[in-house]
């Protein structure tokens, strides 16, 4: 399949791709070659001395999440139930083309 870069330099690979992120390699030959990848955040709890300096010396994260932890929780039960940018174009576009 021959896919042409426009103007803006990009290149659409389709609804079925919508959403989606991919690693891109550029190889010494010109070739680009794009993965489809999830990206997993790993997240540990950082312990007082893993903590940066100013930090601990102000106590301002710990301090600031626990003044703040209702609406964290509020926030990210919020945030669950959307749906994804690319998700509600979509539905929007189709919304529009329907008679």
């Not at 509020?74 to 576009?93: C, G, I, K, L």
Request: charged share 25%; hydrophobic share 35%.
């Amino acid at each position: 399949m021959l896919k042409e870069v426009g103007a803006s330099g990009q290149i659409s690979l389709g609804k079925k791709f919508a959403g989606q992120l991919f690693d891109m390699q550029f190889a010494a030959d010109g070739a680009v070659t794009l993965t489809p990848v999830k990206v997993v955040p790993v997240a540990q709890p950082l312990s007082a001395q893993e903590e940066p300096a100013v930090y601990r010396a102000s106590g301002t994260t710990r301090e600031w999440a626990k003044e703040h932890a209702e609406e964290i929780a509020r926030y990210n039960e919020w945030a669950n139930q959307r749906e994804p940018y690319s998700q509600r174009v979509r539905r929007w576009r189709s919304e529009r083309s329907e008679p």
